[in-house]
């Protein structure tokens, strides 16, 4: 539990907190579950976070658009997640809309980055699969080359760069507001990222012979049309002693959502097709406790793999 006298020596998270709840209202059952559940390692990595974003932003009135960008990102999810519910399918059913639609359009530089960054640590789901994703930490060494494939936001290369030892790490995404904005998000983290290379690809160019020791896949197979695709492409690519996190949305909608899972047990089936479970992580986004008779409930999903 945080205790009030505990926030107050983290000022960018105080003030973060006070601006969304006092702007969006449907923050507050997050904001409580926060209080009620974390601890003082949330509100580091929270300060830490919103510092490097800060910095990123470089003017307030930037830093203060971010903020108003996350409360778009969140009230936009529910708008989709109440049209799923109605009708049964995500927004979009081709990658070529979403592409137009998002990755190759300046929504992406206006709101979304921001939005999704900050879901790290404004969502409580989020962040629990990144402190997951931190507690494997000793699945590299020093020898390991790496995969980060989207890149996104950059918040798995940086947590690679903070937390992980790796030879090398390419950080992949087919948006180039998505590579400019990881570049000035590790630009911005004053970690020593020098072994990180950001590129504009798609993973489907990358050749099976060059293998990666560990691959982080966060937030893909929901945004492909095939997922067998994708996962046989991510399958070829890992070292047979590799290992691969992967994290998926189950009946969660978002505006470039394609693949719908009913429940975790149609992603898993499709996961182990392929792959090898070793540990998996199901948070329902309602806070509650994962039954595994739950259908048709929005969940984050994540897992760590090895190949069959």
């Known amino acids: 539990m945080i205790a009030e006298a505990q926030i107050q020596k983290y000022p960018l998270t105080k003030n973060v907190f006070e601006y969304i709840n006092k702007n969006y209202s449907l923050f507050s059952k997050a904001c409580g579950y926060i209080l009620g559940s974390f601890d003082d390692k949330y509100l580091s990595l929270c300060e830490d976070i919103l510092s490097i974003l800060q910095r990123k932003c470089q003017t307030e009135t930037n830093f203060l658009n971010s903020q108003k960008a996350f409360i778009r990102y969140s009230h936009e999810y529910l708008l989709l997640q109440s049209k799923l519910l109605r009708d049964g399918r995500y927004l979009y059913s081709s990658f070529e809309e979403v592409n137009q639609n998002l990755y190759q359009n300046k929504k992406m530089q206006e709101y979304y980055l921001d939005g999704l960054l900050l879901s790290q640590i404004l969502w409580p789901n989020h962040y629990k699969i990144g402190q997951y994703f931190i507690s494997w930490h000793n699945l590299t060494d020093l020898s390991s080359v790496v995969l980060d494939v989207p ?158």
């Open 151 to 308: 890149s996104g936001t950059g918040i798995y290369s940086y947590f690679m760069a903070r937390y992980f030892k790796f030879r090398e790490l390419s950080s992949l995404d087919i948006s180039p507001y998505a590579k400019l904005y990881t570049e000035g998000f590790l630009r911005s983290c004053l970690l020593d990222t020098g072994k990180i290379t950001v590129k504009r690809d798609d993973i489907y160019n990358l050749k099976e012979k060059q293998g990666f020791d560990f691959i982080v896949c966060g937030e893909l197979l929901e945004h492909v049309e095939d997922p067998d695709e994708l996962l046989k492409k991510l399958s070829c690519l890992l070292k047979n002693r590799g290992k691969l996190f992967l994290t998926t949305a189950v009946y969660a909608a978002a505006i470039d959502h394609l693949c719908l899972f009913n429940n975790v047990n149609e992603a898993r089936k499709l996961i182990t097709k392929y792959f090898r479970l070793n540990s998996e992580l199901i948070l329902p986004i309602s806070l509650e406790k994962y039954q595994p008779q739950m259908d048709k409930v929005p969940l984050n999903y994540a897992c760590i793999l090895s190949r069959n």
